[in-house]
């Protein structure tokens, strides 16, 4: 696969999608992020979280995060919240608590970010990724999930 379609992304697997966003120029992952396919790309990467989540790392972790991702088209953000209780991790693409964090990116950051390919730290110390609530858990987030490396 060579082409950053969304139409592919329910057939590829987490590794194959990294090495897709790895491989496609910031530009094109902008445009198409702009686009009408946007929110297929966000509803399938979102969906995947739960399967990807690490109980085992997240021991007593409860947590609601509001992932905030900007550039809509119509200049608005998308937001999803991921709970994590219990063991379990939900997401939803209409927040409903309070979150104890939030975390607000454009959507090239996004997609470098759940890929493996961008350093959520280096963003955040350059401006690129905001976050605002519990900053432990914003640099623990990765190590909750299986973040699969190009």
């Known amino acids: 696969m ?9 057939n590829v697997s987490p590794k194959e999608f990294a090495q897709l966003v790895k491989s496609t120029p910031d530009d094109k992952i902008a445009e198409v992020m702009s686009g009408e396919k946007r929110g297929k790309i966000l509803n399938e990467v979102f969906g995947r979280m739960p399967s990807l989540f690490r109980a085992d790392r997240a ?3 409860n947590a609601v995060i509001h992932w905030n991702i900007t550039g ?7 937001t999803y ?5 219990n063991g379990a991790c939900t997401v ?3 927040p409903e608590r309070d979150p104890k964090l939030g ?8 997609l470098k ?3 493996g390919g961008g350093n959520p730290v280096m963003m955040f110390m350059t401006g690129k990724l ?8 914003a640099a623990n987030i990765a190590n909750l999930f299986d973040i699969p490396k190009a």
Request: no cysteine; charged share 25%.
């Open 130 to 137: 905001k976050a605002k609530g519990d900053l432990g858990l």
């Open 81 to 85: 919240e991921i709970v994590i209780e």
């Open 113 to 115: 970010i759940v890929s």
């Open 72 to 78: 809509r088209a119509d200049g608005g953000t998308d």
């Open 2 to 10: 060579t082409d950053f379609d969304p139409a592919n992304f329910a």
């Open 103 to 110: 975390l607000t990116m454009g959507p090239v950051d996004f």
């Open 92 to 94: 939803s693409d209409a």
């Open 59 to 61: 021991g007593a972790t």
